[in-house]
């Protein structure tokens, strides 16, 4: 019974989680449950889960850059000033170490302008960077859809927990009542000499540690209750009742190459891969350009004092403005540059690879939850078949124990394959249910 308790459900998922029955009971803290489908979960979930909020507001920071990187086309303007007060001027005609001649000059001097430069062309970068960023902004995007299924899969592993252990709960109560009405038919042939006390004693054994098994199942509710609470941004004292039924026992799937196809052209993986390989081809673009010219126009204009740029000069406020094209050849990144050309291309090459690399660990995830999901699909046929049998063996057998023609041991060995056949049961259709999910995760359906 211990080993039938002692599950493990991690999310990897490979969970054996136990059936879809309900207790009306009220939980440890005295709390009244909250009834919630797990479609409701999954939109509390997709709202307020903390790492999902981290990623959108990361999704928004993307999408700022874009528009930055959009004002990359504008032109460049500035304003500027400058004020200063200039010192003696010395001029020393014999050498430094005889004295000098001081010559009187306007100690003020200010200027006020502004200039513009429009880049008319630099190789593509703008576009380029542009490009880039959109990209990057893309990756967020599935990055956020990514964590948002991933988190809801973990909500729907959490659920499907609480869903086992009221299933669980509700199979030893009603197990606990049967063996109540035994104990006490037990208790009566002892009295009337026909059984000896240690079948009373192993009767009352047995009820003692189910009762103990209860109340592990209910902390187990209570633990999963809050994990969901806290990732659905409820209060953590929030005691969830699941509302949601049992999927079909007789799921109707795809066969595995639609899925695959799916999978390798909708899963967020693919498309983070698919936008990360074409980041760096742009990369790579970039890095070959170095070499191209710059041109673009340019403007400025100032006002400034003391005139002393042209000859003659004179102590008094004069404007000046200028308009041309610039351009400038980076003659030094033909020789500068090909080692940097020739790591981008390594980049392109490594990212072919990796991308290669995802869609082969997309595969075996598909392969693993597709024959996982068939095997719990035979089980529930095989725990079905297993339960009826248990049935029946158990009724001959408590017939015969009180009849005398057989020992406690016997019975009491029949009431847990009974018990066990209906959680494997019910492990098997929850697992089943979980491995559905995680396919839906996978070829990004989820």
């Known amino acids: 019974m211990n080993k039938l308790l002692n599950r493990s459900f991690f999310l990897t998922l490979t969970v054996i989680v136990g059936s879809a029955g309900r207790s009306s009971a009220q939980n440890s803290s005295g709390d009244v449950p909250s009834p919630i489908s797990l479609t409701e979960v999954w939109q509390k979930v997709t709202a307020n889960s903390k790492v999902v909020t981290i990623r959108e507001l990361e999704l928004l920071q993307s999408k700022e850059a874009v528009q930055h990187a959009a004002a990359g ?52 970068h703008t576009s380029r960077n542009i490009e880039s960023i959109r990209i990057g902004s893309k990756i967020k995007e599935q990055q956020r859809n990514l964590s948002a299924s991933e988190m809801k899969l973990l909500a729907a592993a959490y659920y499907l927990d609480i869903l086992r252990s009221r299933a669980f709960e509700g199979l030893l ?31 009352e054994l047995k009820l003692s540690k189910q009762q103990l098994e209860v109340e592990q199942i209910r902390n187990d509710i209570s633990i999963a209750s809050q994990k969901i609470s806290l990732l659905t941004g ?25 899925l695959v196809r799916k999978g390798l052209s909708t899963a967020p993986e693919i498309n983070i891969s698919t936008a990360e390989q074409k980041l760096t081809e742009l990369q790579l673009k970039d890095v070959k350009a170095k070499t191209l010219p710059h041109i673009g ?9 003391p005139q002393g740029r042209f000859y003659p000069y004179v102590l008094s406020l004069y404007g000046l403005g200028m308009v041309g094209v610039k351009a400038s050849v980076p003659l030094s990144s033909f020789f500068k540059n090909r ?85 494997d049961l019910s492990a098997a259709r929850i697992a089943a249910q979980l491995h559905y999910y995680q396919l839906q995760k996978i070829i990004g359906a989820f």
């Open 73 to 124: 086309r504008l032109p460049d303007i500035s304003l500027d000033g400058e004020y200063a007060k200039l010192s003696n001027l010395p001029q020393y005609t014999n050498g430094i170490l005889h004295q000098a001649t001081l010559y009187p000059i306007a100690h003020t001097t200010y200027n006020l302008g502004a200039s513009v430069y429009f880049n008319l062309y630099n190789g593509g």
């Open 234 to 258: 409820q209060d953590e004292a929030t005691q969830i009742e699941p509302l949601e039924p049992f999927l079909p026992d007789t799921l109707q799937l795809a066969v595995y190459e639609t």
């Open 339 to 423: 080692h940097k050309v020739n790591s981008a291309a390594l980049a392109v090459k490594k990212a072919g690879i990796e991308h290669l690399n995802t869609e082969d660990n997309i595969k075996n995830q598909l392969k693993e939850a597709y024959l996982r999901l068939q095997e719990d699909l035979n089980r529930i046929k095989v725990a079905k078949t297993n339960m009826i049998q248990a049935a029946e063996n158990l009724r001959i057998v408590k017939n015969s124990y009180l009849n005398q023609t057989s020992l406690i041991t016997d019975y009491l060995d029949a009431d847990v394959q009974l018990l066990q056949s209906k959680f």
């Open 297 to 305: 126009l340019f403007a400025n204009y100032a006002y400034s004092y």
């Open 173 to 203: 109560m009603q197990d606990i009542s049967e063996q109540n009405k035994v104990l006490v038919q037990i208790k009566t042939i002892y009295k009337n000499g026909v059984v000896l006390k240690s079948d009373v004693l192993r009767a």
